[in-house]
Structure formats: structure tokens, C-alpha cells
């Protein structure tokens, strides 16, 4: 299994530019779900999904967008980048989508991402 | 909202010792609460899952224990060794939802 994969690794934008960062998991998990990592912030979800076709807010979902057509893909939309949206992005999955306490949290290896 | 802390945010210590990592949060109604690793430049890596009706969890040299009345976890680290600095991580999951709140983190310094 390839677990949890994300590409690009890096990206720079200009603001006001758009993009959609990748999101890939193998191993049929239910719950995918979007963080950003801020110095001093921590982690904080921004969208997330418990099955194709089922997505809902975290708790900094302005200016992004998700969707969910495929069990395997979930992939995260900047609509007008911004200088503020520059940071580190994971993607986590993890089997459950009825809770996602039961399971352990897979998380891929990260997009850092700068808008100037 | 829950809110999750993690105190001291960066420790150093020499090879051999035991250590105590800590993380209180606010909201006593878990589900569960999850400690994880995170090495510079990559992401997270789950080290032990505490079920809110279990009071710890071992693995290897790790052992987690959750005090969910007084709202606080700790992850003790027996005899330390210099691969294992990285960022330690604790989040929790409430009962009702379906997110983690995580801590910002303990960086680790394990000095050979």
C-alpha cells in the first residue's frame, strides 16, 4: 500500500491564483479530512469527508472548497489564493467514517505552500 | 470549543533518560485521545490511540496514560535515545463530531 499520498510537495502562488492540492489514499478508508499547519497554531481542520459524495466543515474552511467523487481521492481547492493561506497542508484518512475515534489516523506527507 | 495544550513546547534532555510529555484539555466528553509523532518536514505518525474508557496504553518504550476527570494525558518515554527527537503531538476527539483538536506540540531534543 502507498497509504496516504499528496502532490505537489511544494508550491508557490501568486495571490489571487487558483489551484487543488491531491489528496490519494489505497487503503479504502471511509474519513478524509484536510489540516493546516501553522507555527504556534497547531493543526486545524479545514474540510473533511466520511464517504464519497459527503463532505463538511472544519474549523477554517473559508477560501477552500472539497469534494469527494471517489472512495480514494479527496482533493482541496484554493479558490483565490492568499497570503494568509501560505502554510503547510496534510491530508489524513482513517477507516471509519461512523467515528472517526475507533481507528487510527493515517496522514500523508505534506504540501508547503507559499503565496506571495 | 475544545481547546488542547501542550506544556513545556520544547524539551532537551541526554541519552538514557526517562521523560514526561504532557497535554491537558478543556472538555472532558472524549472519545478518544491520540498521541502522534511528527520528524521535521514530514507528516504524522499515530504512536498510541487511549480509548476514553481505558486509563493507558503501552508500546515499546512508550506509555500513555489519559486522566479524563482532570482533563490530562501524559506520554512517558523510558530510557530515551536520540532517534527518538521529533515533535510529539497529542489530539483529542470529542464525543459528539467528527474532528481532532490537536495540541501545537512538544519538540524534543534527545542529546547523544
Known amino acids: 500500500n502507498a497509504g496516504v499520498t499528496q502532490t505537489p510537495k511544494f508550491q508557490v502562488l501568486k495571490t489571487g491564483q487558483s489551484m487543488t492540492l491531491q489528496c490519494a489514499q489505497d487503503m479504502n478508508h471511509e474519513y478524509m479530512s484536510w489540516y493546516r499547519q501553522d507555527p504556534g497554531m497547531g493543526l486545524r481542520l479545514i474540510h473533511y469527508?466520511?464517504?464519497?459524495?459527503?463532505?463538511d466543515q472544519g474549523e477554517v474552511p473559508n477560501g477552500y472548497n472539497v469534494s469527494r467523487s471517489t472512495t480514494e481521492d479527496f482533493p482541496l481547492r484554493l479558490l483565490s489564493a492568499a497570503p494568509s493561506q501560505t502554510s503547510v497542508y496534510f491530508c489524513?484518512?482513517?477507516?471509519?467514517?461512523?467515528?472517526?475515534?475507533?481507528?487510527?489516523?493515517?496522514f500523508g506527507p505534506g504540501t508547503r505552500l507559499t503565496v506571495l | 470549543k475544545q481547546e488542547v495544550t501542550q506544556i513545556p513546547a520544547a524539551l532537551s534532555v541526554p541519552e538514557g533518560e526517562n521523560l514526561v510529555l504532557n497535554c491537558s484539555f478543556t472538555?472532558?466528553?472524549?472519545?478518544?485521545l491520540q498521541w502522534f509523532r511528527q520528524d521535521p518536514g514530514k507528516g504524522l505518525t499515530s504512536l498510541l490511540l487511549?480509548?476514553?474508557?481505558?486509563r493507558e496504553q503501552t508500546s515499546g518504550r512508550l506509555n500513555a496514560s489519559l486522566d479524563k476527570s482532570s482533563g490530562r494525558s501524559t506520554l512517558y518515554i523510558a530510557a530515551s535515545q536520540p532517534g527518538d527527537s521529533a515533535t510529539y503531538l497529542c489530539?483529542?476527539?470529542?464525543?459528539?463530531?467528527?474532528?481532532?483538536?490537536f495540541g501545537t506540540g512538544t519538540s524534543l531534543t534527545v542529546i547523544p
Open positions: 469527508s466520511v464517504g464519497a459524495g459527503i463532505t
Open positions: 489530539a483529542v476527539v470529542p464525543n459528539t463530531g467528527n474532528q481532532f483538536y
Open positions: 487511549i480509548q476514553s474508557s481505558q
Open positions: 489524513a484518512s482513517s477507516y471509519s467514517g461512523t467515528h472517526i475515534g475507533t481507528d487510527t489516523q493515517y
Open positions: 472538555d472532558s466528553a472524549i472519545y478518544n
